[in-house]
């Protein structure tokens, strides 16, 4: 069974149709980037999967549970999904471990000193083990990044999501990001990016989406997909990031 299940998707603001009638299936283990113009319903998509957004019509399922119906504990599964943001919303005013040990103390319901294993495990597994009691606005904006992974990390995620993590950082901080993504890959999370850097998704995704016009418009293994785009869409999007 899929760990992600998109049915017939369909997504409106008001008279706006920004999904129309997605369908997606992620199996457990598969890193997929998310790739398209501004607007083209790629960070909807994302946050229809953990329940941010509700959906109009069509069917959600992520990890055996039915986003789309109300009845459902989004609360419960918001904590199996991890979401990091192009903002890092972390607490300036808190250290760098109580910023990652709420979700496991306030959600998870688990001590201080067990959720502080989970946060020197989890800032470990980014790098970061230095900065345990350092403050949030102490931090470079790739570290700052860096940590939010590393505060989804400590709730034990079945999958991750990332919304442009790298677009607002200044380029000589992306690599650092991007290497955690990929010592993540190589352990075999489950992950749907929406990105710009076209490299790392051609390196580290096994599919890559094309969203244009709030439907998945093309998709394939990273390899042939860059280089035999079968519409005109792709091959002008991919023409004005890569030159």
């Known amino acids: 069974m899929a760990l992600v299940e998109l049915r017939s998707v369909v997504k409106r603001f008001g008279d706006h149709v920004v999904l129309k009638n997605v369908d997606l299936s992620v199996e457990k283990g598969e890193i997929i980037a998310i790739i398209g113009r501004s607007g083209s319903g790629k960070s909807t998509l994302l946050r229809c999967i953990n329940g941010l957004e509700s959906v109009q019509s069509g069917e959600v399922l992520v990890d055996g549970v039915a986003v789309h119906d109300p009845k459902s504990d989004l609360r419960n599964l918001r904590a199996r999904v991890g979401f990091v943001f192009q903002s890092f919303n972390l607490f300036p005013h808190l250290t760098v471990e109580r910023n990652i040990t709420l979700g496991p103390t306030i959600v998870k319901g688990l001590d201080r000193a067990k959720a502080a294993v989970l946060a020197r495990e989890a800032l470990r597994r980014v790098g970061l083990e230095e900065k345990l009691n350092a403050y949030a606005d102490q931090l470079s904006g790739g570290q700052q990044q860096r940590v939010a992974i590393a505060r989804s990390l400590a709730m034990s995620p079945t999958i991750m999501l990332f ?26 999370m489950t992950m749907l990016l929406v990105t710009h850097e076209m490299n790392f998704a051609r390196r580290v995704a096994n599919r890559v989406l094309f969203m244009n016009q709030g439907t998945i418009w093309e998709q394939g293994p990273a390899a042939e997909f860059f280089q035999s785009p079968k519409t005109d869409e792709l091959k002008n999007f991919l023409g004005s990031v890569l030159n």
Do not use: C, F, K, Q
């Open 163 to 188: 919304d442009e993590i790298t677009s607002a950082l200044d380029p000589e901080l992306v690599g650092e990001v991007l290497r955690v993504l990929e010592n993540m890959a190589r352990e075999g």
